[in-house]
């Protein structure tokens, strides 16, 4: 399976991005979202189910941030409301065969390249 993340961009603070992640076939497990902040380690954002019913987010993106899926076009996607500052990172998204949700990027099997999230004041 290939990933390609899309999406990212230059937005202001209290601006909203929607990211995608296109899967190159069907993904079966848990999709996730990672971010790796300028100068920091990457860092877990989000996950869904493969039924796409079960939500999980990072404290820090909670409330804010919105994760989907679209089996239909091997798509998951990340709706990032009220930016702040502190969202500036390359934002992943990866796939876990298992269908236990983990919270460590060490327990996903496949990961896309990369998408840069820029936030200015």
């Known amino acids: 399976v290939q990933l390609q993340a899309s999406g990212g961009g230059l937005v202001q603070t209290g601006g909203s991005l929607r990211l995608s992640c296109t899967a190159s076939?069907?993904?079966?497990?848990?999709m996730g979202w990672f971010r790796r902040p300028p100068g920091k380690e990457r860092e877990f954002v989000a996950a869904?189910?493969?039924?796409?019913?079960?939500?999980y987010y990072a404290d820090s993106v909670k409330g804010r941030f919105t994760f989907s899926r679209a089996h239909a076009k091997n798509t998951v996607y990340l709706q990032m409301n009220a930016l702040k500052l502190e969202d500036t990172a390359i934002y992943y998204c990866?796939?876990?065969?298992?269908?236990?949700?983990?919270?460590?990027?060490?327990?996903?099997?496949?990961w896309g390249q990369g998408t840069l999230v820029t936030v200015s004041s």
């Open positions: 990866a796939e876990r065969l298992d269908n236990s949700v983990s919270r460590s990027y060490t327990e996903y099997d496949y």
């Open positions: 076939g069907r993904t079966f497990g848990i």
């Open positions: 869904i189910n493969w039924r796409g019913d079960r939500r």
